[in-house]
C-alpha cells in the first residue's frame, strides 16, 4: 500500500539590489577578508526589514545587480562573484545568528536572576505588610501597608517583560538570519532580468 504524499513548494520571493560596486554592499571599515566582512549597515538594515516581512517558512533569493565589474582578480583573487557572494552573505547572518543566540541567552539569564530578587522581594513585601496590619488598623498603618504590597509586586515588572514580551523578538530575529543564511544570492551585470516565477521582486537604489 502507498501512500501519496502532496509536497507543498515554499514560497519564494525575490530582493533585487542596485550598487555601482560590489564594496558598496560591505562595511568599508571592517578591515577583515571578503569572506567574513560585515555588510554595510543600510543594507543589512534593509534585508533584514525585507526578511522579516516574509513568512517564516520561505525561500530567500537576492540579486545583486552591479553597475561596475571589478577587474579580474581583484576580490580575493577570483572574479567569481557569484561563489563569493552565496559564501560571504551566509558567514555574515550565521555571525549575526550566533550573537542573537548570545543575547537570548544572556536575557534569559538576566529574567532568572530578576525573578529570583522579585520574587524574594515580594515575599518580604508581604511580610513586613502583615506585620505591619499586626500593629493596628488606623489610615497610616493601611497606607504603609498597602504601599509594601504595591512596592512588592511592582518589582515583578522587569522579569514578567523579559518573560512575556522581550524575548520573542529576538527567537524572530535568529529565525530571519537562519532564513537569510540560506538564502540564495545572485549577481549581475547591470539590469539583467531573473527568470524567477512566482517572485516578489523589491528593489533598492544603489547606495
Known amino acids: 500500500m502507498q501512500k501519496s504524499m502532496k509536497s507543498t513548494a515554499l514560497p519564494v520571493h525575490h530582493l533585487e539590489l542596485r550598487v555601482r560596486e560590489l564594496g558598496q554592499l560591505f562595511n ?18 534593509f534585508i533584514e526589514t525585507w526578511a522579516m516581512a516574509q513568512g517564516p517558512n520561505s525561500r530567500l533569493h537576492i540579486t545583486v545587480h ?3 565589474l571589478p577587474v579580474a582578480g581583484e576580490i580575493a583573487g ?3 562573484m557569484d561563489v563569493l557572494m552565496s559564501e560571504a552573505a551566509p558567514n555574515f547572518f550565521n555571525y549575526k545568528a550566533g550573537l542573537a543566540r548570545g543575547e537570548l ?6 529574567g532568572r536572576i530578576s525573578l529570583l530578587i522579585g520574587l524574594v522581594f515580594v515575599m518580604f513585601c508581604l511580610f513586613a505588610a502583615d506585620a505591619i496590619g499586626e500593629f493596628g488598623t488606623g489610615s497610616g498603618f493601611t497606607i504603609a501597608r498597602e504601599s509594601l504590597m504595591i512596592v512588592g509586586w511592582v518589582a515583578m515588572w522587569r522579569p514578567l517583560q ?8 529576538l527567537v524572530r530575529r535568529i529565525r530571519v538570519y537562519k532564513t537569510l543564511r540560506h538564502a540564495q544570492v545572485r549577481v549581475v551585470r547591470g539590469k539583467q532580468n531573473l527568470d524567477a516565477a512566482q517572485t516578489t521582486p523589491v528593489t533598492h537604489p544603489a547606495y
Not at 162 to 169: G, S
Open 28 to 45: 568599508s571599515m571592517d578591515p577583515t577578508p571578503f569572506l567574513n566582512k560585515d555588510l554595510d549597515r543600510e543594507a543589512e538594515a
Open 66 to 68: 552591479l553597475e561596475n
Open 78 to 80: 577570483t572574479s567569481d
Open 105 to 110: 541567552k544572556q536575557l534569559l539569564r538576566q
Open 162 to 169: 523579559i518573560f512575556l514580551y522581550d524575548w520573542w523578538p
